[in-house]
């Protein structure tokens, strides 16, 4: 996990995205208005909405030694993204950088725990995409998702 937050620029290529199959690219943040997606979450007291409690379970069944792997990969994450400047992401009065940060520290929670599970997948592909600068926030009611 360190070489992948190692270096990461937060954020610099929002509105870019190419959507591949399963996925939806925003061009501005006015175009969230239309999509009717579900955001993604951005406290760690959310309930994941791909894995449910599944991987905590077969973190805690199996015995690994997981919470200070996952809080070591936190902490770096919550130190790169204090390089991120105050509404880096923001429309007219709204200010969405903390969620958009809070989001990038859930998304690498989520991921951790899926690299420790053995169960890579969405959480994993996700932080790919913040790595590429862009921000993976939301999920419409068929599950694409939506990444500006």
Same mark, same amino acid.
């Given at each position: 996990m360190t070489d992948i937050l190692d270096g990461i620029e937060w954020f610099g290529a929002l509105g870019s995205y190419r959507a591949q199959p399963g996925q939806l690219a925003l061009a501005g943040m006015h175009a969230w208005d239309s999509t009717r997606m579900a955001w993604l979450p951005t406290s760690r007291d959310q309930p994941d909405p791909i894995h449910g409690k599944e991987l905590l379970q077969l973190l805690k069944q199996n015995g690994a030694p997981w919470? *200070?792997? +996952?809080?070591?990969?936190? $902490? !770096?994450? #919550? *130190? %790169?993204? @204090?390089?991120? =400047? /105050? $509404?880096?992401? %923001? %429309?007219?009065?709204? /200010?969405?950088? =903390?969620?958009?940060? &809070?989001?990038? #520290?859930?998304? +690498? @929670?989520?991921? %951790?725990?899926?690299?420790?599970?053995?169960?890579?997948?969405?959480?994993?592909?996700? #932080?790919? !995409?913040? @790595?590429?600068?862009?921000?993976?926030? &939301? !999920?419409?009611? /068929?599950?694409?998702l939506v990444v500006f």
């Open positions: 919470q *200070q792997q +996952v809080m070591a990969n936190y $902490k !770096l994450a #919550l *130190q %790169s993204l @204090r390089a991120v =400047p /105050d $509404k880096t992401i %923001s %429309s007219e009065p709204h /200010d969405f950088t =903390p969620a958009a940060t &809070g989001a990038a #520290l859930y998304c +690498v @929670r989520m991921a %951790s725990l899926e690299i420790l599970a053995q169960r890579q997948g969405f959480w994993c592909e996700a #932080l790919a !995409l913040y @790595r590429q600068g862009h921000w993976p926030c &939301g !999920l419409l009611h /068929d599950g694409t």
